[in-house]
């Protein structure tokens, strides 16, 4: 692939991606080894510049994106790599969450509309209101981007702050019939629908713990913190 049609695919992406292509060039054209702009090029895509968890651990098990692929190629990578990330979140937050715990492993990955690299994965439910022919339903996902999420009807659910890798944690209420398929959000829980948004992980954990177990989160504070809480 030529520095043309390498700008050419940036420019599908946006301006960011365009600006690392030209950047990675750059590093080819003083460089004996032509495939270090490939390499960050396609760290870019692999979201290796920045690394928290789960990131570090799932990274290593990614499909590998590269420039030369179309975007349906990439949106299958990254679907595909989603899911792992997914999966390596619920195993995390799994171990660590209390005795007793109601969330089960989930995944579903998907991919942002017009953003093929971008996407979210579920990795974990929760029933929260049993009916008799519908119940609530916390679910939660991690998301490779960080935005604003708006259960407004008739919305764009997903409103991402840039076309940059990032990493955020979130929780929705939905209600879904006896078959376990959605309804719709349940605004009437958390805001809006939205049980908790963040990038902190601690957060997450924190918010994810207190819907699987019922306990609020200063009282899953105290537990994790005794003797801290006793000194104050």
């Known amino acids: 692939m030529n520095a043309i049609s390498k700008l050419q695919y940036g420019n599908r992406f946006g301006d960011d991606v365009t600006k690392i292509a030209r950047m990675s060039l750059s590093v080819a054209a003083s460089s ?3 495939q270090i702009a490939q390499a960050k090029y396609s760290n870019w895509f692999r ?7 789960p990131m570090a651990t799932s990274s290593r098990k990614f ?7 179309a975007i349906a190629e990439v949106a299958a990578a990254t679907k595909e790599n989603l899911s ?4 390596d979140a619920s195993d995390l937050f799994t171990s660590k969450l209390p005795a007793g715990h109601k969330m089960r492993k989930a995944i579903r990955s998907s991919i942002l509309q017009g953003i093929p690299y971008l996407g979210t994965c ?14 609530g339903v916390t679910q939660i996902f991690i998301a490779n981007f960080d935005g604003n999420l708006d259960t407004t009807e008739g ?18 209420h939905i209600i879904v019939d006896r ?5 719709g959000f349940n605004r009437d829980r958390g805001k809006n629908g939205i049980a908790f948004k963040t990038k902190d992980i601690t957060k997450a954990f924190y918010s994810i713990a207190s819907t699987s177990t019922g306990l609020s989160v200063e009282a899953l504070q105290e537990r994790a913190f005794p003797i ?5």
């Open 155 to 172: 919305a764009n659910f997903y409103d991402p702050s840039s076309r940059e890798f990032d990493q955020m944690f979130y929780g929705v």
């Open 84 to 87: 792992i990330l997914g999966n």
């Open 228 to 232: 801290k809480k006793a000194v104050r």
């Open 32 to 34: 004996s080894d032509a």
């Open 63 to 69: 499909r590998r994106i590269t420039a030369e692929m």
């Open 179 to 183: 078959f376990g398929n959605p309804l």
């Open 122 to 135: 579920k990795f974990g439910e929760i029933i929260t209101d049993r009916g008799q022919d519908r119940y």
């Open 47 to 53: 979201g290796e510049d920045s690394k928290p968890e």
